[in-house]
């Protein structure tokens, strides 16, 4: 944890982390099979007990935190699209097609090579061009993809079983857009290419077909078209209609998904740029006719920039415009089936389980190792509730320098909580250990102080030292035992007469001490260890703090909140996973408790 004179702070990995798989992206069809996570369909006409507002802002991005991978995620299927237009695919494939016939008529002037040559150049391209018409450069489509806003749909929140999970844990759990810097990149340069290429092209009236820059122009603008009228199309009824949903949807009831594909045909519109007769305005005004009802702000910015000739950024507008009101759909769908999502989780994840089980996807020998440890930590008398909670906890607390430090038993990590492990194993361990750094930071001030120790000192302390192991985790990851050392001394000592050279001195002490006893291997942060852990689990039983020894307590005054927050998510967690494999447990204890005989 410490390196010399520094305490070693670790980032917070959120489950959404960086940059974990996205959810599956399944065609929204039927299927009898229901014991498939695939193919697994929502009820028609689901009853939730309530509605559900966010109220607060989370930091996560929906391409980031709605999915995590885990080993029981099954193998990717053919992805089928029944939304996408039969003619939008044949005019994206002869796009490609268009834009190689150029490349070959151009090769054919410059190398001037016998005729023999040019046939075998020719038929090489020829069939490549069958695999790149299935091969998607990312580069050549706008950073807002139907694709990737297809997840967002009610139907995929309804197959995800990581959605239950995280739900479960946060309630004011929401998506937002993805705001990496890789991101921001990637959408500012196809943007400043579009713009550029319009711009260019717009200029140069004695530009042919035979010109890179109009070719990339009808090539960008295609797939465009392609992903913004899918997008359209996925908006015209966004939610499940039924008589108990109460979502209020100003689609206009005019624009319908053939009057979309007609209007934004990529064919039409490619044959009007050669020939130079589009209506640009006409376009425009379409696409203000579908933003005005849902986000007349936003509807007027894109027609402005389109009267100002800036078509690019009026597009790029379209689009953040299109993914907000997407987002805010999946937001409302999520909280709004938040009770109904949770419900039925437990019974779809074991049918889930038991057809992977079935097919030998997954095995049981985790959970059998597992269950085996913590008796081994235990002892062979205890009870399952015990060994379970205690299990759970262990997969939080110890981490490989705790294992290796303390001496503790290794143990696998259980499939039946694959979807909980980047929780376990990051955020809820990186909350734990944070709890027992600020915990030991706090000891210098109370044994200073003694009975003169103030709530509201403690608690000033425990801000600073938040605050400043946050900032040390975000840059360097390391912050100087003497400066926090310091912030205790001065709060101690602020009524005393002790002069400056007095309180150096006593700083550089408690450095020392500091330094010394935030090592996993000292007696003081095992001790630390063991009462946190102790605390903890008596929250997950909910037991009462008074029925603890004062010393345990004493040693996290301050604490209480962090500690009992942690306690509940841990329990959440628990609850959850026991209704879901109960069956499972009951199952394997004779046969590990045989074992240990």
């Known amino acids: 944890m410490l390196n010399e004179d520094f305490v070693q702070t670790h980032n917070n990995s959120q489950e959404s982390s960086p940059e974990p798989v996205l959810m599956h992206t399944e065609f929204e069809g039927t299927s009898n099979n229901s014991s498939s996570n695939e193919s697994y369909n929502y009820p028609s006409s689901p009853k939730p007990t309530g509605v559900i507002v966010s109220t607060t802002n989370v930091k996560k991005s929906y391409h980031t935190f709605t999915s995590i991978a885990n080993k029981r995620r099954q193998p990717k299927k053919k992805i089928i699209d029944l939304h996408s237009p039969p003619q939008n695919r044949l005019a994206f494939i002869n796009a490609v097609k268009m834009a190689w016939s150029l490349q070959i008529k151009r090769g054919k002037r410059k190398l001037h090579a016998h005729q023999n040559n040019k046939k075998i150049i020719i038929n090489s391209v020829t069939s490549a061009t069958s695999d790149i018409s299935i091969v998607k450069n990312k580069l050549d489509y706008p950073p807002i993809t139907a694709e990737a806003l297809s997840e967002l749909s009610v139907s ?28 921001t990149q990637e959408s500012e340069t196809y943007w400043k290419r579009l713009d550029h ?50 979502f209020i949807w100003n689609w206009p009831q005019q624009i319908t998904e053939s009057y979309i594909l007609s209007v934004l045909d990529p064919d039409l519109i490619h044959q009007q740029l050669i020939q130079g007769c589009l209506n640009v305005d006409f376009k425009f005004g379409f696409l203000y006719s579908v933003l005005d009802p849902l986000c007349p702000e936003q509807a007027n910015k894109v027609q402005k920039l389109a009267q100002s000739n800036e078509y690019a950024r009026a597009l790029e507008v379209c689009f953040l415009t299109l993914e907000t009101i997407k987002l805010d759909c999946a937001n409302k769908a999520l909280h709004y089936y938040r009770p109904y999502l949770i419900e039925n989780g437990t019974s779809l994840e074991w049918k889930i389980f038991l057809t992977q089980l079935d097919h ?56 039946t909580l694959s979807y909980d492990e980047k929780r376990l ?68 000592n602020q009524d005393s007469s002790l002069s400056k050279d007095q309180v150096i001195h006593q700083t550089k002490y408690w450095s020392n001490w500091m330094n010394q006893n935030l090592r996993n291997t000292s007696t003081v942060y095992k001790i630390m260890y063991d009462r946190v852990r102790t605390i903890i689990l ?6 009462e703090n008074d029925s603890l020894s004062p010393s ?36 394997l204890l004779p046969s590990v408790r045989l074992s240990l005989q």
Not at 378 to 404: E, S, W, Y
């Open 425 to 492: 194993k990051h955020q809820l361990r990186h909350e734990f250990q944070n709890i027992i750094v600020v915990a030991l930071l706090l000891m210098p001030y109370r044994l200073m102080a003694g009975k003169q120790a103030k709530q509201e000192d403690l608690n000033q302390l425990k801000a600073i030292y938040s605050k400043l192991l946050k900032d040390a985790s975000i840059a360097s990851g390391r912050v100087s035992c003497f400066h926090l050392a310091l912030h205790a001394c001065n709060i101690a």
């Open 538 to 543: 008596a929250s997950m039983a909910q037991v």
């Open 197 to 246: 290429l319009i711009k260019f092209c717009s200029t140069h009236s004695t530009t042919t077909e035979e010109s890179d820059d109009h070719y990339q122009l009808i090539f960008l603008v295609r797939n465009l078209l392609t992903e913004l009228s899918l997008i359209l199309i996925s908006l015209i009824s966004p939610f499940p209609s039924h008589p108990t949903t109460s």
């Open 156 to 183: 995929q929140l309804f197959k995800s079983l990581q959605i239950r999970h995280d739900l479960l844990i946060d309630p004011n759990l929401t998506f937002r857009p993805n705001l990496t810097a890789e991101k």
């Open 552 to 587: 345990f307590t004493h040693a996290t005054v301050g604490l209480e909140k962090e500690i009992d927050r942690l306690g509940k998510k841990l329990s959440a967690i628990a609850d959850y996973n026991l209704r879901t494999f109960g069956s499972l447990y009951t199952y």
């Open 360 to 415: 030998g996807e997954v095995n049981t020998s985790t959970v059998s190792q597992w269950m085996k440890s913590t008796y081994q930590r235990l002892g062979p008398d205890a009870k399952f509730i015990d060994i379970f909670r205690t299990g759970i906890l262990n997969l939080v607390t110890d981490d490989h320098d705790t294992i290796f430090a303390l001496n503790l038993p290794t143990s696998a990590f259980p499939v």
